[in-house]
């Protein structure tokens, strides 16, 4: 079956990120950007199953700027066979991303289309779940097993408490959680042939696609801090204070 | 874009890629490895074996023996990214040697020895060491000693090289050795061959040399005695080792001097942190100038030296003659990152003196790249000589 | 028009980040609540309790699946200008399939409700606070439990009636869960949670803060560093990438405070930090700090809490 995983350049996620001062948004400008740290596992448990022979074709997508090539490549270079890049400048939300890769999921005909389960930018941890409503598939989320089993996937999920297991009818969607794999670093050899792998561009009118966003940002601003307290001695300082002093126990 | 853009100093994002990768690896790494390391000794395997798995070791090998077919440029960029790491000169110098060292091979070996010496060493399963020098030359290396006698199918070894590193663990010598004596060679820079054979360790005794600092990658003593080697292992024609070896001299100064530039940008960077944090009279003690100058002077010094490394990996990697852009940037790179690596010493003030701190084993590391492989005083005589057309000094 | 909340619940009980997301709601309008689900119907005598709910709405009493919670919201959408859940696993599976299906762009983890347009949610790890407004007609929301105070378990009487059936579009099944019994309160709801890191070194070596979680009646949380080296499970992530909490109480015990942790726990209103390490960032957000060995601390704190 063929595999669709959508990637997305986020700010890495060692950056400290800075809103900025007009309060339109935050500091990007000469930051590092890096492969969404979720699409990363997403991306290996695509490679995982080519490996172990249940998949046969990867294909990498990333909705985003020119630059976000440089993620497919990442991409292409952990083991993807090659790339779509859906150009625009501008803000993309989630919703119009689904549509976007909807439209994608139309010519290619994957089976499975593996997203990471949040961007660590916007944090809405959507674009999955949307995906899959718009094609009326079913979906896998927050997974940390995912197993081929006859035409479904057998999905465990991270829930509030524990795991739950689904099994989901193909083609579906599953979103990558944490613990489903760790990536695999890229090797020399691969980052090589990864530059001969083709990615194609296309632009979101060539899919028919409004990607005109919903939000209006009206301020972003940082949140209140905490100011640091007092040290405390000793435990019975300790105790004698949250007793007395703050009377939370 | 004005002009014609053919200066251009930005990474290709296929070098951020590569480094991103490289840099990934050695994130596995931590400061406490190296710590220890610098403690124990014991050469870095899990390094190497990390970077084998990841097909690093054959960064500049030919792409028909496994290799990617990159250049020196790239590199030079896995060294600095390497030594940037927190790895320093033990992680460098663990893997420096395999990935540059066979070039002799790479250009004037026959296809068979290709297929037959380059993979072992690209999948990690050998290590090389570089047997050239020897205790009664030095630099002088037209005047070795060690004797290689043809009898028959095989030459006989027999001889002492110095300062020989990983010749503790190395399965392979890539040996420069005397097939005809001094006085009966036509030149002064013939009747030396190369080999590159089997570290037999029943014909060699190996005694490692206490050192200074990279305690992790062994130096030492070899003493040959009686090494047999067949033919077949003997690279080019019989005379021409000189020859051959030189190819590899200019990139191992461009390698080197990448190395020192990440060393001495390690160093800054953890002097700038710790200025950062460390407050003493109720202010950290970066706001000072005294403190922050020379940092910045550093910096700016290793980004020269960087700029000038990487102008000499591109003249090697585009065919231009380098060899006085190579033995500039190990010089600058050299001088810049022992600064670097003592400010930052002095900057830690006396936690740089712990070994906790990491900055002074990073200064006893700076040392290499100043004496290795060539001295300061020969490169400055060079660049007198060969650029400057001054008379020769020695 | 009234606005929706879909409830979760656990062994007929609703959360308490379902009474979180009712008062959210009822800055909004009307409040109905949506309960399916294994137990839906004593979750959904639960629901009608509580203060401001006008109406509950019964589901089914299979396994709440995403896809036929999606269809059901969605088949009751017309009447609602607003649909809301907890921001928990189960409310960000279903709504964005929802919002989606409604062609709605999703707004999840609101903290912060300005007017039925606009609201604030956090980005980039908590790092940042958007105030965004939304041009949808009909708005679709999960809402993040720990910045509402949640409404009282008591005091309202709302009617119960089940809501009509939409059809299951079949396209996944449930097959089980294993979800981890436990005495303690949960993570998201306790009013005390005594967090372990890395520090602690071993799984085994947890059994220490659970003596005094014991003593307190707290919950035990873990750092994602203790979480990936294997000492806790991963539904004990506190964090941005597991739960986001804030009880009363918040104890840290050898967790350095990563932005990443920070972002999860930095809204409890006093929070204790134990760690030898002087420089643990942790102490900058700390009311108590006790740099202490937390081997030697903890057990300490179990005695002195005894007395």
């Given at each position: 079956m063929k595999v669709l995983v959508p990637v997305k350049r986020v700010v890495d996620y060692n950056v400290k990120v800075r809103v900025k001062a007009d309060g339109s948004g935050v500091e990007t400008a000469n930051v590092k950007m890096s492969m969404n740290p979720f699409d990363e596992i997403a991306v290996e448990e695509a490679v995982r199953l080519k490996e172990k022979g249940v998949a046969e074709e990867i294909v990498a997508v990333s909705c985003g700027p020119n630059a976000a090539q440089e993620q497919l490549r990442t991409a292409l270079a952990m083991g993807a066979d090659r790339g779509i890049l859906v150009e625009h400048d501008g803000v993309l939300e989630p919703l119009a991303v689904a549509k976007l890769l909807k439209a994608i999921v139309g010519r290619e005909g994957p089976a499975l289309v593996i997203l990471g389960?949040?961007?660590?930018?916007?944090?809405?941890?959507a674009t999955g779940q949307m995906l899959a409503a718009l094609l009326g598939w079913g979906q896998g989320t927050f997974a940390s097993r995912v197993e081929k089993e006859g035409d479904a996937i057998r999905v465990t999920r991270e829930v509030d408490g524990g795991l739950e297991t689904v099994s989901v009818k193909l083609p579906a969607i599953v979103t990558a959680d944490l613990r489903l794999n760790e990536p695999r670093y890229a090797s020399l050899p691969n980052i090589m042939k990864a530059r001969k792998k083709p990615i194609e561009t296309v632009k979101p009118a060539d899919l028919g696609v409004d990607v005109t966003p919903r939000l209006s940002v009206l301020k972003v601003e940082e949140p209140a801090k905490r100011q640091a307290g007092k040290k405390v001695g000793s435990v019975q300082e300790l105790v004698e204070k949250l007793r007395n002093e703050a009377k939370v126990i | 874009m004005k002009g014609d853009n053919v200066v251009d100093f930005a990474l290709t994002p296929q070098h951020e890629a590569l480094q991103e990768a490289i840099g990934r690896i050695c994130a596995d790494f931590g400061d406490e490895y190296w710590l220890m390391r610098d403690r124990q000794?014991?050469?870095?395997t899990e390094l190497h074996q990390a970077l084998a798995k990841g097909g690093w070791?054959?960064?500049?090998?030919p792409e028909d023996v496994g290799?990617?077919?990159?250049g020196i440029t790239e590199a030079a960029l896995m060294m600095q990214t390497i030594a940037q790491s927190g790895a320093g000169m033990s992680g460098a110098s663990a893997i420096h040697m395999n990935i540059f060292g066979l070039q002799p091979v790479v250009v004037f070996g026959t296809e068979e020895q290709k297929q037959r010496m380059l993979p072992p060493l690209i999948e990690g399963r050998e290590r090389a060491c570089f047997a050239v020098t020897e205790p009664n030359t030095g630099l002088d290396?037209?005047?070795?000693?060690?004797r290689a006698e043809r009898r028959g199918d095989r030459y006989v070894v027999h001889g002492q090289k110095v300062w020989i590193s990983t010749a503790q663990v190395a399965e392979k010598m890539l040996l420069l050795a005397r097939t005809t004596p001094a006085e009966q060679a036509?030149?002064?820079?013939?009747g030396l061959s190369l080999f590159y054979t089997n570290f037999d360790r029943s014909r060699i005794e190996v005694r490692e040399i206490e050192k200074m600092?990279?305690?992790a990658v062994d130096s030492n003593q070899v003493f040959i005695d009686g090494l047999e080697i067949p033919?077949?292992?003997?690279?080019?024609?019989?005379?021409?080792g000189f020859r051959y070896i030189l190819h590899g001299m200019n990139p191992e100064r461009i390698l080197i001097a990448a190395e020192a530039v990440g060393l001495g940008h390690l160093a800054v960077s953890r002097a700038a942190a710790y200025a950062k944090e460390r407050v003493v009279f109720g202010r950290?003690?970066?706001?000072?100038q005294a403190i922050q100058h020379p940092l910045a002077e550093c910096w700016m010094e290793l980004e020269a030296a960087r700029l000038m490394t990487m102008n000499a990996a591109w003249r090697y990697d585009s065919g231009l003659e380098c060899g006085a852009q190579a033995n500039a940037a190990k010089y600058l790179a050299a001088e810049a990152g022992f600064k670097a690596c003592q400010q930052a010493v002095m900057t830690h003030g006396?936690?740089?003196?712990?070994?906790?701190?990491h900055v002074e084993r990073y200064l006893r590391e700076s040392m290499i790249p100043r004496i290795a492989p060539i001295s300061p005083q020969l490169i400055l005589s060079f660049v007198a000589e060969r650029v400057l057309g001054l008379p020769k000094s020695y | 028009m009234a606005v929706l909340v879909l409830a979760d619940h656990k062994d007929g009980a609703l959360t308490q980040p379902t009474r979180s997301t009712v008062a959210a709601a009822r800055k909004l309008g009307e409040v109905h609540v949506l309960v399916a689900g294994e137990g839906a119907g004593a979750a959904a005598a639960a629901a009608a309790r509580?203060?401001?709910?006008a109406k509950v709405l019964t589901g089914s009493?299979?396994?709440?699946?995403?896809e036929p919670l999606a269809a059901q919201l969605v088949a009751l959408a017309?009447?609602?200008s607003h649909l809301l859940a907890p921001a928990s696993a189960a409310g960000r599976n279903v709504m964005p399939r929802a919002a989606a299906l409604l062609d709605v762009q999703v707004l999840s983890d609101?903290?912060?409700?300005?007017?039925a347009d606009t609201f604030i949610r956090p980005i980039y790890a908590g790092n940042a606070l958007a105030t965004v407004k939304s041009a949808d007609a009909k708005k679709v929301l999960t809402v993040r439990a720990t910045s509402f105070d949640p409404v009282p378990a008591e005091g309202g009487n709302a009617t119960v009636e089940a809501a009509p059936a939409a059809a299951d579009p079949g396209l996944s099944s449930f097959v089980g869960a294993e979800i981890v019994k436990s005495e303690r309160p949960e993570l998201t709801a306790a009013r005390i949670v005594i967090s372990g890191g890395?520090?602690?070194?071993?799984?085994?070596?947890f059994a220490i803060i659970e003596k005094v979680a014991d003593r307190l009646g707290a919950a035990v949380g873990a750092s994602r560093a203790a979480v990936d080296a294997g000492?806790?499970?991963?539904?004990m992530q506190v964090g941005q990438t597991g739960k986001i909490v804030a009880p009363e109480l918040y104890i840290a015990v050898g967790?350095?405070?990563?932005i990443q942790h920070l972002a999860g726990m930095?809204?409890?209103?006093v929070i204790v930090a134990i760690n030898k390490?002087?420089?643990?960032?942790i102490f900058q957000v700390a009311d108590y700090g006790l740099m202490a060995d937390l081997f030697k601390a903890v057990p300490e704190l179990e005695a002195e809490l005894a007395k």
């Amino acid at each position: 079956m063929k595999v669709l995983v959508p990637v997305k350049r986020v700010v890495d996620y060692n950056v400290k990120v800075r809103v900025k001062a007009d309060g339109s948004g935050v500091e990007t400008a000469n930051v590092k950007m890096s492969m969404n740290p979720f699409d990363e596992i997403a991306v290996e448990e695509a490679v995982r199953l080519k490996e172990k022979g249940v998949a046969e074709e990867i294909v990498a997508v990333s909705c985003g700027p020119n630059a976000a090539q440089e993620q497919l490549r990442t991409a292409l270079a952990m083991g993807a066979d090659r790339g779509i890049l859906v150009e625009h400048d501008g803000v993309l939300e989630p919703l119009a991303v689904a549509k976007l890769l909807k439209a994608i999921v139309g010519r290619e005909g994957p089976a499975l289309v593996i997203l990471g389960k949040q961007a660590i930018d916007d944090d809405m941890s959507a674009t999955g779940q949307m995906l899959a409503a718009l094609l009326g598939w079913g979906q896998g989320t927050f997974a940390s097993r995912v197993e081929k089993e006859g035409d479904a996937i057998r999905v465990t999920r991270e829930v509030d408490g524990g795991l739950e297991t689904v099994s989901v009818k193909l083609p579906a969607i599953v979103t990558a959680d944490l613990r489903l794999n760790e990536p695999r670093y890229a090797s020399l050899p691969n980052i090589m042939k990864a530059r001969k792998k083709p990615i194609e561009t296309v632009k979101p009118a060539d899919l028919g696609v409004d990607v005109t966003p919903r939000l209006s940002v009206l301020k972003v601003e940082e949140p209140a801090k905490r100011q640091a307290g007092k040290k405390v001695g000793s435990v019975q300082e300790l105790v004698e204070k949250l007793r007395n002093e703050a009377k939370v126990i | 874009m004005k002009g014609d853009n053919v200066v251009d100093f930005a990474l290709t994002p296929q070098h951020e890629a590569l480094q991103e990768a490289i840099g990934r690896i050695c994130a596995d790494f931590g400061d406490e490895y190296w710590l220890m390391r610098d403690r124990q000794g014991g050469f870095p395997t899990e390094l190497h074996q990390a970077l084998a798995k990841g097909g690093w070791l054959g960064v500049c090998m030919p792409e028909d023996v496994g290799g990617a077919g990159l250049g020196i440029t790239e590199a030079a960029l896995m060294m600095q990214t390497i030594a940037q790491s927190g790895a320093g000169m033990s992680g460098a110098s663990a893997i420096h040697m395999n990935i540059f060292g066979l070039q002799p091979v790479v250009v004037f070996g026959t296809e068979e020895q290709k297929q037959r010496m380059l993979p072992p060493l690209i999948e990690g399963r050998e290590r090389a060491c570089f047997a050239v020098t020897e205790p009664n030359t030095g630099l002088d290396t037209t005047q070795l000693k060690t004797r290689a006698e043809r009898r028959g199918d095989r030459y006989v070894v027999h001889g002492q090289k110095v300062w020989i590193s990983t010749a503790q663990v190395a399965e392979k010598m890539l040996l420069l050795a005397r097939t005809t004596p001094a006085e009966q060679a036509r030149k002064r820079t013939e009747g030396l061959s190369l080999f590159y054979t089997n570290f037999d360790r029943s014909r060699i005794e190996v005694r490692e040399i206490e050192k200074m600092g990279r305690k992790a990658v062994d130096s030492n003593q070899v003493f040959i005695d009686g090494l047999e080697i067949p033919v077949e292992d003997r690279i080019g024609e019989e005379g021409q080792g000189f020859r051959y070896i030189l190819h590899g001299m200019n990139p191992e100064r461009i390698l080197i001097a990448a190395e020192a530039v990440g060393l001495g940008h390690l160093a800054v960077s953890r002097a700038a942190a710790y200025a950062k944090e460390r407050v003493v009279f109720g202010r950290p003690i970066g706001q000072n100038q005294a403190i922050q100058h020379p940092l910045a002077e550093c910096w700016m010094e290793l980004e020269a030296a960087r700029l000038m490394t990487m102008n000499a990996a591109w003249r090697y990697d585009s065919g231009l003659e380098c060899g006085a852009q190579a033995n500039a940037a190990k010089y600058l790179a050299a001088e810049a990152g022992f600064k670097a690596c003592q400010q930052a010493v002095m900057t830690h003030g006396g936690f740089g003196y712990a070994k906790e701190y990491h900055v002074e084993r990073y200064l006893r590391e700076s040392m290499i790249p100043r004496i290795a492989p060539i001295s300061p005083q020969l490169i400055l005589s060079f660049v007198a000589e060969r650029v400057l057309g001054l008379p020769k000094s020695y | 028009m009234a606005v929706l909340v879909l409830a979760d619940h656990k062994d007929g009980a609703l959360t308490q980040p379902t009474r979180s997301t009712v008062a959210a709601a009822r800055k909004l309008g009307e409040v109905h609540v949506l309960v399916a689900g294994e137990g839906a119907g004593a979750a959904a005598a639960a629901a009608a309790r509580l203060p401001g709910v006008a109406k509950v709405l019964t589901g089914s009493e299979a396994p709440a699946l995403a896809e036929p919670l999606a269809a059901q919201l969605v088949a009751l959408a017309p009447g609602y200008s607003h649909l809301l859940a907890p921001a928990s696993a189960a409310g960000r599976n279903v709504m964005p399939r929802a919002a989606a299906l409604l062609d709605v762009q999703v707004l999840s983890d609101v903290c912060g409700v300005v007017d039925a347009d606009t609201f604030i949610r956090p980005i980039y790890a908590g790092n940042a606070l958007a105030t965004v407004k939304s041009a949808d007609a009909k708005k679709v929301l999960t809402v993040r439990a720990t910045s509402f105070d949640p409404v009282p378990a008591e005091g309202g009487n709302a009617t119960v009636e089940a809501a009509p059936a939409a059809a299951d579009p079949g396209l996944s099944s449930f097959v089980g869960a294993e979800i981890v019994k436990s005495e303690r309160p949960e993570l998201t709801a306790a009013r005390i949670v005594i967090s372990g890191g890395r520090a602690m070194g071993s799984a085994e070596n947890f059994a220490i803060i659970e003596k005094v979680a014991d003593r307190l009646g707290a919950a035990v949380g873990a750092s994602r560093a203790a979480v990936d080296a294997g000492y806790a499970a991963n539904d004990m992530q506190v964090g941005q990438t597991g739960k986001i909490v804030a009880p009363e109480l918040y104890i840290a015990v050898g967790i350095s405070g990563a932005i990443q942790h920070l972002a999860g726990m930095k809204d409890s209103k006093v929070i204790v930090a134990i760690n030898k390490d002087e420089e643990a960032p942790i102490f900058q957000v700390a009311d108590y700090g006790l740099m202490a060995d937390l081997f030697k601390a903890v057990p300490e704190l179990e005695a002195e809490l005894a007395k």
